[in-house]
């Protein structure tokens, strides 16, 4: 008898019916003799109506007050999807309770609307499971050590399944989404996108923080540090299909290198249309000069993603970056007004028309060239590079947004995607 | 300065504009040098919706689990709406934070979907207050003993506002909703019903209990066994009102008799359509026979109002008692294939069509022949009294539903109350 973790989106519980079948899973599971712990999101649009209604209401100013807010009222979604699970395993004849997060309880900072869990307390839940029960923990919500309601942001649910199968040494935490796993890229633009049957743990980091969506990146760190078995499949299959079957289906994500059985140099293909370039122009090359523009721009709580500064030239230097497209206009006002003039920086131009696509591969650790053979591919469809960026297990370039779907199109076949990896 | 609580309905909560326009009152009062405690319902439709989704997902047989989850379900709509207020308060520019029952903590029993109010800590509240927040408390819910979310009943946040009213020892509870007070009798059936300016406590719980839905009675019995100073007005007032005269609008609900300033004798008619009567004809005329009856409809969890057992004849008698409507059929059931022939009862015979109507009026005390007048006055109509029960301050017959409007009008013009009584 295993322990076991379930966690369902916001589409596998958007409905009552969806629900039922989601109830009918999880019993399936737990009558083939596993311990069950379920942690699910809110039905799907839910969220977004809760915000939108604190949207129209609003301080002009945010502050921690409103964030706190936010948090007590976004976090009634998950509390009204778990409470309609449990009914519905109920109506299944298991008996099954609900937590939400403070119930547990789930510890976190208190950083509203994108908290960190600390520690989660398993005594309770433990205690039901031996009982023979169901347990329903909320998604995405904890509480700080004030008792206020806090949440882990967007995607938290994935998190929240990850510590809680992490704190309680499940056997493995089982990610039901709408996708039936980890693609080599997004089929919508490569038909011929594959469904990786493992994927490492460090190339699902990079995938997700490159802007795969499939799983929320700080699940992926806390399986990666708590070494918990991970597998993202699809929640639409039928309720009542092989658990044996369903139990190795999707995709896992691995820690050992020498159980991840495709040896592919390039795993997969990532790819990002939300964020925007930023280049300073002739900055006097002197210490210092990339925190005085980075650190006014991180005190603005504008993230930045891959940072470039050229070799200088005549005392001065070239500075690019890329931020979130929705942080651009702020971020070129606050270059602009405050940062340019104080720096004698010559020249800022911006551009929001760009993209970044990515290859990565824990395989490109222990080959050579395959940078390169990604800079040819893109030279022989006529694709510019503005920017490089490179990791041990990853290479990312911007280019202009017009080219992605060629881009990605060109790089999954240059890399041999298509094709199942011959067996090391 | 003084410690107000305000009390919103769900009309008054059922829209952002509608909260914005409570957070411009809450404001005003708070500007006016009030510390101000807010306990707001549900959005209107919001519990419904919730509870429509676990009807759907509902377990053949309602268990205590199944009433658990209703309460973790049914909690979060006070919750948003809560934080929804709250967030409006500080877009008018007031610190403000809302809490969940259980963050106060409200502590209540066990008893999930009609949990009674035990004690309430104010620690957080008054700390929030003398720092100058307006302090947000969702209705309707609380905590037991184990942690596990409860809720008060349907109405529930009535009494959630006292409670908190009479916890903090606050100035006034001002309920507001969205009639402007409360009238003789309803006046969709009487257009001549007249608002009153003060009721004494003992008549607001008859008329409570006799089916006025203007307050729920436990609110009511709370504000009597802590005299809290109860006021019912309109939240449909211009929240930018005068607010000495919003403070003295509405209906006061006292304590003292010589606060009463309106000695009518009779102070409303209260009606109730959704009765039913039951009567067991020729039952045995013997020690225990009423309890062996309504034991058995007891532990059916079908609650009696009315009983009336005749002056017993040839040793039998007859034994009626009034139910619910919803819980008629059951009880029939019940009384025909259990209690019936063990007790060798004539007949049995029933009537969905009845309705009940009551004269309620703390000075019928003092006065003697109230009831037969109300009685001549429904002979007047030609309309037959099928049963009688009477109290202190109220009588109330059963009569063919049909005659319901009739009945009403006849009496509120028997008893004057279209006229302002005169002062004592």
Same mark, same amino acid.
């Given at each position: 008898?295993? !322990?076991? +973790? ?23 599971? %737990? ?10 999101? /809110? ?13 129209? @209401? ?22 009204? #999807?778990?409470?309609? @699970?449990?009914?519905?395993? $109920? ?8 937590? /939400? ?25 433990? *205690?039901?499971?031996?009982?023979? &029960? ?30 809680? /199968? *992490? ?31 493992? +994927? ?51 995709? !896992? ?6 159980? %991840? ?8 293909? *990532? ?7 930023? /280049? !300073? ?10 925190? $005085? ?5 991180? $005190? ?12 200088? &030239? ?26 340019? &003039?104080?720096?004698? +920086? ?25 940078? #390169? ?37 060109? @790089? ?13």
């Amino acid at each position: 008898m295993a !322990l076991i +973790v379930h966690k369902y989106g916001g589409t596998s519980m958007g409905s009552t019916e969806r629900i039922r079948n989601v109830a009918k899973r999880v019993a399936k599971w %737990h009558r083939a003799g596993h311990q069950m712990v379920v942690v699910p999101s /809110a039905m799907s649009g839910e969220t977004n109506r809760l915000l939108g209604l604190a949207k129209e @209401l609003a301080p002009a100013k945010a502050s921690a007050a409103y964030e706190r807010e936010l948090d007590m009222l976004a976090s009634t979604g998950e509390q009204a #999807s778990s409470a309609l @699970l449990a009914i519905a395993l $109920q109506a299944e004849g298991l008996d099954s309770v609900s937590y /939400a997060g403070w119930q547990v309880p789930i510890r976190t900072n208190n950083a509203y609307t994108k908290a960190r869990i600390e520690s989660i307390d398993d005594t309770r839940v433990r *205690a039901d499971l031996s009982a023979g &029960k169901v347990v329903i923990v909320t998604g995405f919500q904890g509480m700080d050590e004030q008792g206020n309601i806090t949440t882990l942001g967007r995607g938290g649910s994935d998190t929240s399944a990850v510590a809680v /199968a *992490a704190a309680m040494k499940a056997q493995e935490c089982l990610i039901y989404t709408d996708v039936d796993g980890v693609y080599t890229t997004d089929p919508r633009v490569v038909p011929e996108a594959r469904r990786l049957k493992t +994927v490492s743990f460090e190339e699902m980091l990079e995938m997700a923080s490159l802007g795969s969506k499939v799983l929320q990146i700080r699940s992926v760190e806390f399986a990666g540090k708590y070494r918990v078995p991970l597998r993202v499949l699809s929640s639409f299959t039928p309720w009542d299909m092989d658990i044996v079957q369903e139990a190795t289906s999707g995709t !896992l994500i691995t820690f050992e290198e020498d159980e %991840h059985m495709e040896q592919a140099v390039v795993s997969g293909i *990532a790819f990002n249309r939300d964020e925007a370039k930023i /280049a !300073l122009r002739g900055v006097p090359d002197k210490p210092g000069i990339a925190y $005085q523009i980075l650190g006014a721009v991180a $005190q603005a709580n504008i993230d930045v993603d891959m940072i470039i500064q050229n070799v200088s &030239k005549d005392g001065r230097t070239d500075f690019s970056f890329t931020v979130n497209r929705g942080d651009y206009a702020k971020a070129m006002d606050l270059l602009r007004n405050d940062v340019m &003039k104080g720096l004698g +920086v010559e020249d800022i131009v911006g551009d929001t028309k760009i993209c970044k696509v990515s290859i990565v591969g824990i395989g490109m650790r222990s080959h050579v060239g395959i940078a #390169s053979k990604m800079f040819r591919a893109l030279s022989e469809e006529g694709i510019n590079i503005q920017m490089i960026s490179t990791s041990e297990i990853k290479t990312s370039v911007v280019i202009d947004e017009k080219y992605i779907e060629l881009a990605v199109r060109s @790089l999954h076949k240059a890399f041999d995607l298509d094709q199942p990896p011959v067996a090391a």
